[in-house]
């Protein structure tokens, strides 16, 4: 057993970060022995919805150094002292040390009913017993048709991401309640859903939705948050189907003996009623980029109709030895494959890309950033006697390559 620790390549994300008046316990382990913590993310309705870029005023809200530095000058204003921003003699320690003054808690930790304990990985786990929900005092405000309850890990590494809550989805998730006459009644596909979240809010108003990623054990976590989150999708007549689908692979697994494998039914229905795909936060990788966009081609060629794709992703600024500067690589690759989207032409269906503004309401507590950017994209297929023949169901088109969308404009 070994000690949780951050390593090179462990990401944590900013929801699971700044998340305010939050009080994470580890509920279990998975199936590969990573911890897995829950939240309750509330819906905000009517009076408590935010609008665009706003931030709640509240004392929970604040960003912990701005609460402390209000706090701060609370203090000094009781003590008569000016507040501003006059020059002031630093504190040293004995050492000669900057000594810090540390914010006070909002609990004590002499108050807290347990010790303090350091969680462990165990390397190995049993799969989580199937049994009902234990029942707490909680159970109303857990069960409440304003909480979205999502179980989740921290802090993982770049390919276990999937299994953390992203800024991405939440944009997302806004802008479905914002337009949820648009989505009510339809068959929706989500790619890349990762814990489930914005395939639960579009559930509250879609009639199917598909929800698909990869690996089993993502996937189990996710239908447990499907399973979790049933009071808010099954009073709604919403139906949430945890399916597995590839990005790399060319067919759909039909195999009867795996759980997350799709049924002919279900593929049918996928490709004769989809009206809308969505993936939120799903491009920061050149790679995954690649499968989606193939992915995407792949379905659009062999659906009969007009579908809508929606894509969220956030606008990250990394630091690169290759360009000694901060550069957007994995941002700039993705607008890159839109507008190598935007310009295919074969003769099976065109593609419109547009992006749309941020300005719908608010209808979860992040912090909604600039960075964060949301995508349409609208596949039209084309007349009959214009389209080529047809390759056969199960994703079996060949997609462009990744050279011919890294061709230069």
Not at 228 to 256: F, I, Y
Not at 266 to 272: F, I, N, P, R, T
Request: glycine share 4%; hydrophobic share 35%.
């Amino acid at each position: 057993m070994d000690q949780i620790t951050f390593h090179h390549d462990t990401v944590l994300s900013d929801v699971h970060m700044l998340l305010p008046n939050a009080h994470r316990l580890m509920t279990r382990l998975n199936h590969v022995g990573q911890p897995v913590f829950i939240c309750n993310f509330k819906v905000l309705w009517d009076d408590e919805r935010l609008d665009p870029g706003k931030r709640l005023e509240e004392e929970e809200c604040d960003h912990p150094r701005e609460a402390w530095e209000k706090d701060t000058n609370a203090t000094k204003e009781k003590a008569g002292e000016e507040v501003g921003e006059e020059n002031v003699e630093p504190c040293l320690d004995e050492d000669g040390d900057l000594d810090i003054t540390h914010g006070p808690r909002k609990y004590p930790v002499e108050s807290r009913d347990r010790d303090l304990v350091c969680p462990i990985i165990l390397q190995q786990s049993s799969p989580p017993p199937e049994q009902e929900e234990e029942t707490t005092d909680d159970d109303a405000y857990k069960c409440s048709k304003d909480i979205i309850r999502i179980e989740h890990t921290m802090a993982t590494p770049l390919e276990d991401v999937g299994k953390q809550v992203w800024r991405g989805a939440f944009l997302l998730a806004d802008f479905i309640l914002s337009k949820a006459l648009m989505f009510k009644g339809q068959t929706v596909l989500e790619l890349g859903a990762g814990m489930g979240l914005t395939s639960v809010v579009m559930a509250t108003t879609a009639k199917t939705v598909y929800c698909t990623d990869v690996g089993e054990d993502l996937l189990s976590m996710c239908k447990r948050n499907v399973t979790l989150n049933s009071h808010m999708t099954e009073p709604a007549g919403g139906e949430v189907k945890v399916r597995q689908l590839d990005w790399h692979q060319h067919s759909l697994c039909t195999d009867a003996d795996e759980e997350f494998s799709w049924t002919e039914e279900e593929v049918a229905d996928m490709y004769d009623h989809t009206s809308f795909i969505v993936a939120a936060d799903v491009c920061y990788d050149d790679d995954l980029t690649d499968g989606l966009f193939r992915t995407l081609y792949r379905l659009c060629s062999n659906f009969t109709h007009t579908c809508t794709i929606f894509i969220s992703i956030e606008k990250r600024m990394n630091f690169t030895l290759q360009h000694m500067d901060v550069s957007c690589d994995a941002y700039n690759y993705f607008r890159h494959c839109l507008s190598q989207l935007h310009e295919l032409m074969d003769g099976r269906c065109c593609f419109k890309v547009e992006q749309l503004p941020s300005n719908f309401a608010q209808f979860f507590l992040y912090e909604r950033i600039e960075q964060l950017e949301l995508w349409k994209v609208t596949a039209t297929p084309l007349p009959f006697d214009h389209a080529q023949p047809d390759s056969g169901p199960f994703l079996a088109r060949p997609g462009f390559t990744r050279e011919q969308l890294k061709s230069t404009d």
